[in-house]
């Protein structure tokens, strides 16, 4: 029996559509779990972002997905948790160069500015790029002030 990778997804009323279709494409693959919000009803995206965040964090999801508007609102409330190296990524590129150099555990994305099919592309490129290690496991490890 194959164990799915636990995938966490979440955003605001602004990334609910896109949310919703990311969702419905990864979800043979993935064990996936929505924290919300699950309408298109103007939300606070804290209230989403913070449990999915620790789920992230204490090691219960591999990745967290988190999308909004422009994506920085998620990105901002995600990276204060110590654990959470959140990345913004509005290209397939930037996907994966948060995995492979940054280890990265949440992508965020701007609904409002990319397209379904290039949002499917930056998340497949993220949750299928390893983290280098090497060099970059030294710079990752200085991220938290702890």
Wanted: glycine share 8%; aromatic share 10%; with cysteine.
């Amino acid at each position: 029996m194959d164990i799915k990778t636990k995938i966490a997804f979440g955003g605001d009323h602004a990334g609910f559509e896109l949310k919703s279709k990311l969702i419905e494409h990864f979800r043979d693959r993935f064990d996936i779990k929505d924290f919300g919000c699950y309408t298109e009803n103007s939300v606070d995206y804290p209230d989403f972002v913070h449990p999915l965040a620790m789920s992230v964090a204490n090691n219960q999801y591999a990745f967290g997905i988190l999308i909004c508007g422009s994506g920085n609102g998620v990105c901002m409330t995600a990276n204060k948790h110590q654990q959470i190296r959140a990345a913004l990524c509005w290209d397939t590129e930037l996907g994966s160069l948060a995995r492979q150099h940054n280890d990265a555990n949440i992508l965020c994305l701007p609904a409002r500015f990319i397209s379904e099919q290039k949002a499917i592309e930056i998340t497949e490129a993220f949750l299928t790029t390893a983290f280098e290690g090497g060099r970059h496991n030294n710079r990752v490890k200085k991220i938290p002030l702890i």
